[in-house]
C-alpha cells in the first residue's frame, strides 16, 4: 500500500467521528469507528509492528462512557464529558497515524517492506463483496490482513474521477484474483406468484450482482460466498443457479475455511 493511500484511509475516518461529537451514546456509529480503526490499523502497518501494537493499543485505551450510565442511572453531564473527551482522544489518534504515515514516507521508509505480490504471482488483493452487514465485513478484511493480504473493499477505494459505480467496480475488481462475497440478510422478497406469505430474507441485489461477476471473471475456484442466518435463524433465500454449489454457513469455522481456499488457490499464507 503506497503512503496515499494509507492517508486516505485514515481520513475517512474523520465524518464518522464528527457524527459523534456532541451525539453521546451513538453505540453503533462508535462500534462502526473502532471496528474500521483496528482494520485500517492492520491495513497500514503490516510490517511496522511497532507502530501496529502501539497505534492498536491506543485505539483500545479511549474510554467512551460511563458504565454506571448503562447500568440504570440516567444521563449526565459527566457521562457526556467522558463521551466528547474520547471522541477528541479518537481524533488525536487518526491525526497521529497521518503525521506518522507521512513523515515515514518523506523518509523514504513507508511501505517499504511490503510486498505487492504472493507466490506464484498471484495478487495479494482480495475483494469483499458485502451488503450492510458492516461487522462480517470487517472481521474478514481484518482476518485477511493478518494473513498479510490486501482486502479490495468498494467504498474505501478512491472514485477515480467522475466514475460511475460499475466503472469503479471494475476498476478495482480488475485488481483482484480471489474474492470473498459476503450474503446477509439485507433484503426481504418472495415470488409475486407465490404471494407476500412466502417472503424470505435475501441479500442485497448488488451482492447477487457482482458475485456472478466474480464467478464468471475469475471462475468457481477463485470465489468463495458465505452467508448468514436471519434475525429469526431461518437461513436467507439462495440464487437458484448455484444452490449448493460455492455458498457456505458464516459460522465459527469460517477464518479456517477461507484459508483453505486461498492456500487451494495458489496462495503461501502466513
Given at each position: 500500500?503506497n503512503?496515499?493511500?494509507?492517508?486516505?484511509?485514515?481520513?475517512?475516518l474523520?465524518?464518522?467521528l464528527?457524527?459523534?461529537?456532541?451525539?453521546?451514546?451513538?453505540e453503533?456509529d462508535?462500534?462502526?469507528?473502532?471496528?474500521?480503526?483496528?482494520?485500517?490499523?492492520h491495513?497500514?502497518?503490516?510490517?511496522?509492528?511497532?507502530a501496529?501494537?502501539?497505534?492498536?493499543?491506543?485505539?483500545?485505551?479511549?474510554?467512551?462512557?460511563?458504565?454506571?450510565?448503562?447500568?440504570?442511572?440516567?444521563?449526565?453531564?459527566?457521562?457526556?464529558?467522558?463521551?466528547?473527551e474520547?471522541v477528541?482522544?479518537?481524533?488525536?489518534?487518526v491525526?497521529?497515524?497521518?503525521?506518522?504515515?507521512?513523515l515515514?514516507?518523506?523518509?523514504?521508509?513507508?511501505g517499504?517492506?511490503?510486498?505487492?505480490?504472493?507466490?506464484?504471482g498471484?495478487s495479494?488483493?482480495?475483494?469483499?463483496v458485502h451488503?450492510?452487514?458492516e461487522?462480517?465485513?470487517?472481521k474478514?478484511?481484518?482476518?485477511?490482513?493478518?494473513?498479510?493480504?490486501?482486502?479490495?473493499?468498494?467504498?474505501?477505494e478512491?472514485?477515480?474521477g467522475?466514475?460511475?459505480?460499475?466503472?469503479k467496480?471494475?476498476?478495482?475488481?480488475g485488481e483482484?484474483?480471489?474474492?470473498?462475497?459476503?450474503?446477509?440478510?439485507?433484503?426481504?422478497?418472495?415470488?409475486?406468484?407465490?404471494?407476500?406469505?412466502?417472503?424470505?430474507?435475501r441479500?442485497?441485489?448488488?451482492?447477487?450482482?457482482?458475485?456472478?461477476?466474480?464467478?464468471?471473471?475469475?471462475?468457481?475456484?477463485n470465489v468463495?460466498?458465505?452467508t448468514k442466518?436471519?434475525?429469526?435463524?431461518q437461513?436467507?433465500?439462495?440464487?437458484?443457479?448455484?444452490?449448493g454449489?460455492?455458498?457456505?454457513?458464516?459460522?465459527?469455522?469460517?477464518?479456517?475455511?477461507?484459508?483453505?481456499?486461498l492456500?487451494?488457490?495458489?496462495?503461501?499464507?502466513?
Open positions: 500500500m503512503s496515499e493511500r494509507a492517508i486516505d484511509l485514515l481520513r475517512s474523520i465524518p464518522v464528527d457524527s459523534l461529537k456532541g451525539n453521546y451514546g451513538e453503533s462508535r462500534i462502526a469507528f473502532q471496528d474500521k480503526a483496528e482494520t485500517y490499523i491495513t497500514i502497518f503490516p510490517y511496522d509492528e511497532n501496529q501494537t502501539r497505534y492498536a493499543n491506543k485505539l483500545h485505551t479511549i474510554h467512551w462512557y460511563s458504565m454506571v450510565s448503562i447500568a440504570g442511572r440516567g444521563t449526565t453531564q459527566s457521562d457526556i464529558k467522558i463521551w466528547n474520547a477528541e482522544s479518537a481524533t488525536s489518534l491525526n497521529s497515524m497521518i503525521e506518522y504515515v507521512q515515514r514516507d518523506e523518509q523514504g521508509e513507508f517499504n517492506n511490503d510486498p505487492s505480490e504472493t507466490s506464484k498471484k495479494n488483493r482480495v475483494f469483499i451488503g450492510h452487514d461487522s462480517m465485513q470487517q474478514v478484511a481484518l482476518f485477511l490482513y493478518k494473513l498479510k493480504l490486501e482486502p479490495i473493499i468498494l467504498s474505501d478512491a472514485n477515480g467522475f466514475q460511475s459505480v460499475m466503472e467496480f471494475e476498476t478495482n475488481a483482484a484474483e480471489f474474492a470473498i462475497v459476503l450474503l446477509s440478510p439485507d433484503d426481504v422478497g418472495y415470488a409475486k406468484r407465490d404471494g407476500q406469505s412466502s417472503a424470505k430474507s441479500a442485497r441485489q448488488n451482492v447477487i450482482l457482482e458475485l456472478g461477476y466474480f464467478i464468471g471473471k475469475l471462475g468457481r475456484s468463495m460466498a458465505f442466518s436471519d434475525e429469526n435463524k437461513p436467507i433465500e439462495q440464487p437458484s443457479d448455484i444452490v454449489g460455492v455458498i457456505e454457513n458464516f459460522d465459527d469455522n469460517w477464518q479456517e475455511r477461507i484459508r483453505k481456499e492456500t487451494k488457490a495458489g496462495y503461501i499464507l502466513s
